[in-house]
Every structure is written in C-alpha cells, then in structure tokens.
C-alpha cells in the first residue's frame, strides 16, 4: 500500500518557468489537500478538494491552480514560478472531509527551489 | 478563521527528561479536534496524538500525553523519558467543523534531545 505519493522530491526552477507537482493516494481518499511549509509560518493550506471535480482555495491560493479529475490524482500547477514560492510542499489526504477525528495522510514532500 | 499558536521556536530536552511544548490557538466553536504532528528530519509528518474537545480527559500515547485546558484554549504537549529519536520538529494542529474541516497549523517548535 503505497499511501499518497509526490512527485518529484526536489525540483529547481527558474523565474517565469511553470510546472506541476504530482500528488496520487491509493486509498480510495475524498479529501486532498495541497500546503506549502516555510520556516517560521508551520504549514499554510493552498487549495484542497472533497472529492472529486470540487476544489477550493486555501489560505494562500494564489500562483497555484488545481484540478481534481480522479479521486486518485490531484496535481498542483505553478503557472509562472516566482522566488516566494520556493518552499517545501505537501499533499495530505483522509477518507471523508466529514470526518472530524481522522488524521491527514502525508506525502513525504517536495523541495521546490526558484531562482 | 482560526489560529494556532507556538510560542516556543526551539527547545531542549537532555536524553531520558520530560519536556512539554506549549501550543494555544483561538476559536469560538465548542467542539473541535487537535492534534499534534511530528516531523523528523527525514521530512515526514507523524501523527502523535489527538485530541477531541469535548472530551474532559487528557489523550495519551505511551510516552506522549496532552495537557488540554479548553477554556485557556490551551494543549500543551508532554513528553516522557525523551529519547534521541524524539528530536524532531512538532507542530500542532487545530481541525474545525467548517467546510472542508482543513487543518490548521501551528509555526512549529523545534525540539532537540541531548545525550
């Protein structure tokens, strides 16, 4: 049993360049969800999705696009890279959004570095 | 929207001591769940206890145990007989009954362990 897979570990970018990161789970999970972690800030929620064709934004949503066409996938998207988005980025899931006591299944992160 | 708060960026535990991390966070729901997260510097994120907050009774796990004072909105952490694998960084995290029910995470409290 895989758990929520990311792709890539560590990717450099530079200014302007787009790219996307990968996020798939093998649990059957409704819920995803995409944060970006920062020294200092903890973990900040960017979008997240319920299931699958519904997303929404986070608390710092924007220079990220999502999409949620499978239950499985859910890929974000940096359409034009800028140097603030150099973070550490995970994606997390759980079973149901309405279940309030289950934890958030976790990726093992990817290191996105903008120059 | 809700905050979770860390007052303590670093800390220091000798090998076989009890450290206890401060975390408090605002709200004006009455019932939620927190939790705490571990992440090691292998990056994963590992749950170490949850909490639900109607119930009176402190969680504990082994080693871990809460100290969860509802109307001081306050859950501290404790850590038992520490050990050099405890070293890691430790965030909490406030789960509300809003839409989506996302996690909200503290900035962290470095913990290091010394022989």
């Known amino acids: 049993n895989a758990g929520v897979t990311q792709t890539p570990k560590f990717q450099v970018l530079k200014t302007g360049q787009s790219m996307t990161l990968q996020c798939a789970q093998d649990m059957n999970h409704e819920y995803m969800s995409w944060y970006r972690q920062d020294p200092g800030m903890g973990l900040r929620l960017i979008h997240y999705?319920?299931?699958?064709?519904?997303?929404d934004q986070g608390e710092v949503p924007n220079g990220y696009n999502v999409s949620r066409s499978t239950t499985e996938d859910f890929p974000l998207r940096l359409l034009s890279a800028a140097p603030s988005q150099t973070s550490v980025y995970f994606c997390a899931s759980r079973t149901s959004w309405t279940l309030i006591d289950e934890k958030l299944f976790f990726g093992s992160g990817t290191q996105l570095s903008v120059l | 929207a809700q905050t979770v708060t860390q007052s303590q960026p670093e800390m220091s535990v000798q090998e076989a001591e009890t450290v206890t991390l401060s975390c408090t966070y605002d709200?004006?729901?009455?019932?939620?769940?927190l939790f705490w997260y571990k992440q090691p510097p292998s990056r994963q994120m590992i749950l170490v206890i949850r909490q639900e907050a109607y119930k009176q009774q402190n969680a504990t796990e082994n080693r871990f145990s809460v100290n969860f004072q509802k109307a001081a909105k306050s859950f501290s952490l404790k850590i038992s007989d520490s050990q050099l694998g405890d070293a890691a960084m430790y965030f909490c995290?406030?789960?509300?009954?809003?839409?989506?029910?996302?996690?909200?995470f503290g900035p962290g409290t470095r913990l290091s362990v010394l022989p």
């Open positions: 999705s319920v299931g699958a064709g519904i997303t």
């Open positions: 709200t004006s729901e009455s019932d939620y769940y």
């Open positions: 995290a406030y789960r509300s009954w809003d839409y989506g029910q996302n996690f909200v």
